[in-house]
């Protein structure tokens, strides 16, 4: 099936610095994939929509000079959080689909647990 | 918007109870796909189901079963002689069929099977 890579799995990091996040469908091509937050024990929330070739599509509230999202190649989208603040620790998850429309499951990368110390 | 509700924070059962996860969605859009996702301990999300708004046959996979009634706006999800390796946290997420096609996941449902 379907596989989402995601990398690193987990990071720590300083307040103040940046971290990025890669995001890779191993066995198919996506033009559109997705990044999500989850806090503990919540629920997932869309934060941005990747889009290839051109600016990514971020929810409301969400900071697009904060979480930068290259989506350079139809494998790869990265999520750079900027200037990070232990606020910013969470559970991000990347996904994509394989196939073309809504009715097309999401394949979820294995999440990247962030703390800013 | 679509929304989609979960109103089961979490729910305990002993093994081989049967048990049911309620779903209510909303939405303006008359072609739209449900879906079930588990994500157990380790986070990763693990895909179960999916549904369109067009069928409504219930299906059965094993243990797991759903039940789809556009009447109430519910996709109900039961696992029945439910097992200590179903613990995990369940979502129901709704995509509508034009725009941007995103995927929104309600609240989740913690079940803790205990044995």
């Known amino acids: 099936g379907a596989v989402v890579s995601q990398h690193p799995s987990r990071v720590i990091c300083k307040s103040g610095t940046s971290v990025k996040i890669e995001c890779r469908s191993l066995?198919?091509?996506?033009?559109?994939m997705f990044w999500y937050r989850q806090f503990p024990k919540k629920s997932l929330m869309l934060m941005a929509t990747?889009?290839?070739?051109?600016?990514?599509?971020?929810e409301q509230g969400v900071e697009k000079d904060k979480f930068l999202i290259n989506h350079a190649s139809l494998t790869l989208s990265t999520l750079t959080v900027t200037s990070a603040h232990p606020e910013d620790s969470s559970f991000y998850i990347c996904?994509?689909?394989?196939?073309?429309?809504?009715?097309?499951?999401?394949?979820f990368g294995n999440g990247t647990r962030l703390t800013v110390t | 918007a679509q929304k989609v509700t979960q109103a089961q924070t979490e729910i305990s059962v002993v093994e081989k109870e049967d048990v049911t996860l309620d779903c209510v969605y909303e939405t303006r859009d008359t072609t739209y796909y449900l879906f079930w996702y588990k994500q157990p301990p380790s986070g990763e999300l693990v895909f179960l189901i999916r549904?369109?708004?067009?069928?409504?046959q219930n299906e059965i996979s094993g243990r797991y079963s759903w039940n789809f009634q556009k009447s109430t706006s519910s996709f109900n999800f039961t696992i029945t002689a439910s097992q200590v390796v179903d613990s995990a946290v369940y979502f129901c997420a709704l995509s509508e069929g034009g725009g941007a096609q995103k995927l929104v996941f309600g609240q989740g449902t913690r079940l803790t099977i205990n044995p």
């Open positions: 066995d198919f091509q996506a033009t559109t």
């Open positions: 549904r369109n708004s067009f069928d409504e």
């Open positions: 990747s889009n290839e070739g051109s600016k990514a599509t971020y």
């Open positions: 996904s994509a689909r394989d196939g073309q429309g809504a009715y097309s499951p999401l394949h």
